[in-house]
């Protein structure tokens, strides 16, 4: 175990396993599909129990308690509103866009309502999480600074996308302990320009190299290998950009999260992130989708294990200290979120 600065670190352990894995998913893919999606609901709650309590930190295990009928709930709604959204248009342009005004003005509030399901229904060593987050601040992150971002042709996409991480973060407890996200907007648009910069860079350069394996004359003129290749080298271009931008972000935000005085750190590989999207791309491929439950652990593996927190002081005191503090509301807390509208 590290010591710094008087502060031990506590790395994430995952202990699922492929095969473990597969046999929960291959029943879960064909009860969902014999049930019309129906089970699909179950099959969040199985999926989301194994990842959770094959999660250790310091030892123990966290786990998931959410019912599934909420998760049903949930899915009844997303879907009647999905369909509602593509009938309008069939209808009428004008219903259309007056069913799109009211989802995008439901739509902050029942994400606030499935973050508050997830975090009440999550617990450490028998404590559970909550979320404080209220409707103001939800329209603000969700409604708000996306259309601003829209209206700024995304130059503010930056800062919207912080201001939904701090209010995700901001409002979440483990108990009476409130977590809290130090990274600032200032951040975010450096790495999202870094990425930009990335993605120019490397289209100049695929540019570069069509003209030069070209003979002239536009398109025509492009060599047919190099088109043949064309979305092979696309695909390599996203694949490497979302690795990079997916490690650094995961980085980014994690890095700068505490909880009370303990302070959360990640340091996630982009190049080992971009080796095991690859491989697990390739594996789904050759597999027909057999190797999706093997991928999920593998991603989930490489996320987590790069993930600890730095103690400060004793972790098992400052546990206790927020049982002491809990109460019987909490496990009431938790029946009333019963809207779930996340897969």
């Known amino acids: 175990m590290q010591e710094q600065f008087g502060q031990q670190n506590r790395s994430f352990e995952f202990t699922g396993r492929g095969w473990e894995y597969f046999k929960i998913w291959i029943v879960n893919l064909l009860l969902t599909i014999l049930t019309l999606g129906i089970y699909s609901a ?12 094959n999660t250790r930190l310091d030892g123990a295990s966290f786990d998931y308690h959410g019912l599934p009928k909420a998760i049903l709930k949930g899915r009844i709604i997303a879907v009647g509103l999905l369909i509602a959204y593509n009938a309008s248009f069939q209808i009428s342009p004008i219903l259309g866009i007056v069913v799109a005004v009211l989802l995008a003005l439901v739509m902050p509030w029942l994400l606030m309502r ?51 991480k701090q209010y995700q973060f901001d409002n979440s407890r483990f108990g009476s302990t409130a977590f809290k996200l130090h990274a600032t907007a200032k951040s975010f648009y450096l790495l999202y320009l870094s990425a930009l910069a990335v993605l120019i860079g490397t289209g100049l350069l695929v540019f570069a190299l069509a003209i030069m394996s070209g003979t002239g004359g536009g398109v025509k003129g492009l060599n047919p290998l190099f088109i043949a290749l064309a979305p092979f080298i696309l695909f390599a271009v996203f694949m490497v950009l979302g690795s990079v931008f997916g490690a650094y ?26 080796w095991v999207g690859v491989t697990n791309f390739i594996g789904i491929l050759l ?39 809990a109460t019987a509301a909490g496990e009431e807390a938790a029946e009333m979120f019963d809207v779930d509208i996340s897969f």
């Open 287 to 325: 597999t027909f989708g057999l190797f999706i439950p093997f991928a999920a652990i593998r991603m989930t593996r490489l996320k987590l294990e790069a993930m600890g927190l730095a103690v400060d002081g004793d972790l098992s005191g400052f546990i206790a200290d927020q049982q002491l503090q």
């Open 42 to 53: 179950w099959a969040k709650v199985r999926r989301l129990q194994y990842f959770y309590r």
């Open 114 to 164: 499935s973050l508050q399901f997830k975090l009440y229904n999550s617990s450490y060593r028998g404590l559970r999480f909550g979320f404080a987050g209220d409707k103001r601040d939800a329209y603000r992150a969700f409604l708000m600074y996306p259309v601003l971002a829209a209206i700024s042709v995304y130059l503010l996409a930056p800062l919207a996308h912080q201001r939904i």
């Open 249 to 274: 972000m995961q980085n980014l935000v994690w890095g700068n999260t505490e909880l009370g005085p303990h302070h959360f750190y990640s340091h996630v590989s982009a190049r080992r992130l971009l």
